[in-house]
């Protein structure tokens, strides 16, 4: 019989929280979740420009001291080509 009226229900409650009846207060902690929503984006924003920046200071100063290349003479690549035409096909009766 024990087996049977043991449930884990009262475990499930204890952690499960409720949401209050109260309208007024609903509302409070409504927008007390989207402040704290607000202010979690609004920190990520300047984490990640953080990180962008700290990403083009590194790649800067890993660059200082190397002699830039003048010229085409890095993008260029010599060959030969020719252009090859789209095949016409008979017209099928």
Avoid: T
């Avoid at 979690?40 to 420009?49: D, H, Q, T």
């Avoid at 035409?85 to 009766?93: C, D, F, W």
């Amino acid at each position: 019989m024990f087996a049977r009226s043991f449930q884990f229900n009262a475990f499930r409650s204890a952690f499960a929280p409720r949401k209050p009846r109260h309208p007024l207060l609903r509302l409070a902690i409504g927008l007390l979740g989207l402040g704290v929503l607000c202010v979690l984006v609004f920190f990520s924003v300047f984490i990640g420009a953080a990180m962008i920046a700290a990403g083009l200071l590194y790649k800067l100063f890993k660059q200082r001291g190397k002699p830039m290349v003048r010229g085409n003479a890095a993008n260029v690549v010599e060959g030969e080509y020719q252009v090859v035409r789209k095949p016409v096909l008979p017209l099928s009766h």
